[in-house]
């Protein structure tokens, strides 16, 4: 069973940064991509960030490349999402998860996702 512990959401100004951090716990990694996605209100839960555990392989939504940066820490099977130059449009609950089913092409789907973190609130003011 896998079990993923997200956090570092929090209140922070339009252009500013903030770090969030998925943790990772009951099983070992190798095989396994691990995503983030975020869910604004009253909006459909969207595709962020994805890295392949194996190979560090990275896949971005459009809105975010250039000022998000996914990445992972092996020894701690902890993964990270840098994020700066915050817009208030990137206000939304995120959530980190983990998927060993997903080809590289389908790591935007969430379908192929079976493990999910609780979500973490980021809240970017204008």
């Known amino acids: 069973q896998v079990r993923l512990a997200d956090s570092g959401g929090g209140l922070v100004q339009a252009g500013g940064s903030l770090r969030l951090s998925c943790a990772a716990s009951?099983?070992?990694?190798?095989?396994?991509?691990m995503g983030w996605f975020r869910q604004a209100p009253g909006q459909e839960r969207e595709f962020v960030a994805a890295i392949r555990w194996k190979d560090t392989n990275t896949k971005y939504t459009d809105s975010v490349k250039g000022r998000f940066t996914i990445s992972r820490d092996n020894a701690k099977n902890t993964m990270y999402l840098q994020m700066n130059s915050l817009k208030p449009e990137d206000t939304a609950v995120y959530y980190c998860?983990?998927?060993?089913?997903?080809?590289?092409?389908?790591?935007?789907?969430?379908?192929?996702?079976?493990?999910w973190g609780q979500g973490t609130q980021v809240t970017v003011s204008s």
């Open positions: 998860a983990a998927t060993n089913s997903a080809s590289y092409s389908d790591l935007t789907q969430q379908y192929y996702y079976a493990y």
């Open positions: 009951g099983r070992t990694f190798s095989s396994y991509a």
